[in-house]
């Protein structure tokens, strides 16, 4: 039987991520997400998942550094991390990892047992732990590459884009990670909520959440991956961008979703010797927050009716079908697709005048 694999996903509290964390906990992997503003989602998702009727434990007993330096106990849902942080329907914010009794704070002080080495691990046990407890396998879907067992997933804080954030991030990740989903991501209206500033200021941190953080996590990750000899890496891009244009949202916006394509294809090219996979997908309009928030939510009902209508199959995708898509890409039989760049918008991406005029001032973006 195949090791169980070590999952990590960035932006997991909701939408598109929220829909993976559940995917790879049903097939038996060990999985790791961040969040930025998502905390109290990040809970729940953390107690729903190992199988707690109410708050639960997610990852130790110590306490907890929340939002703005807050303090909170980590038995409100094992979440793991820093003060400050930030997420979206993929996100920013710090990382962080609680140990069996303490956990990292954003000045690198840890609680007992839960400090992090310079070999890139905090907690005890790190190479070999579990990501949580073991959940008993139900019926819900067909069992994963691994031990039969599921596992409650570990939360961590995460500002996606900071360097600093990044290196405590790797740090403190409980074990190595052999499949990374660069998930997070702001809108062109959810990066409101984390650049309340002036347009240049939100347009650099387009470039700065949607690219540069993936090409930096993922160059922080691959030497670990090309060492043991496996290793996949999937890019949630755009159709908005990594596969057409659709004026009416920000141009940084779809900018950096044309360079996350970019940096798939290239980071394909350099490893196409090497035992580790990099795909790239580009949902369309998909029922999540940041839709919602960025072309929904402007829109009078009969407006909405008409855009629904105007959509491929006249409906919006549902979250869980990009992630199911994703779980497969992950998986040995996607080899074939190194590389690929994939349009996952039911047709819009090849038909993107099927909005027309519905949607004015409003952009396309999973």
Known sequence: ???TRNVLITGGSAGIGQACVRRFVRGGDHVWFTYHSGRERAARLVAELAGLGGPGELAGSGELAGPR???????????????????????WG??????SAGLRGPGGSSGPAGSAGPGGSGGPS?????????????????????????????????RQGEWSDHERLVAELPGP????????????KTVEQYVPGPGHAQDAAFLQINAVGPLW????????????????????????G??????????????????????TRHLAAELVHDPVDVLAICPGAVDTPMFEASTLAGLTPSRRTALQSALP???????????????????????????????????????????GGVVEGAGVEG
């Open 126 to 158: 790190e190479s070999a732990a579990p990501s949580g407890s073991a959940v008993p396998t139900g019926p819900a879907g067909p069992a994963g590459p691994g031990d039969g067992r599921r596992y409650a997933p570990r939360a961590f804080e995460f």
């Open 242 to 263: 990594g596969v057409a244009q659709f004026p009416g949202f920000r141009v940084a916006d779809g900018m950096s979703k044309a360079a996350l394509a970019y940096l």
């Open 94 to 99: 710090p990382g962080g990892l609680a140990g």
């Open 69 to 91: 330096g807050q303090e909170g106990s980590a038995r409100s849902a094992g979440l793991t991390g820093s003060a400050g942080l930030a997420e979206s329907a993929g996100s």
């Open 1 to 3: 039987m195949a090791a």
């Open 217 to 240: 996590l993922s160059e922080q990750l691959l030497p670990g991956m090309r060492a043991r000899g496996r290793g996949t890496i999937v890019n949630v891009a755009s159709v908005g």
């Open 313 to 355: 199959g006249g409906r919006l995708i549902r979250p869980e079908e990009i992630a199911e898509l994703v779980w497969w890409l992950a998986g040995p039989g996607a080899g074939l697709l190194h590389g690929a760049v994939i349009d996952a918008s039911m047709g819009l991406g090849v038909r993107p005048g099927l909005l």
């Open 177 to 188: 990670v052999d499949i990374l989903i660069n998930n997070a991501a702001v809108g062109s």
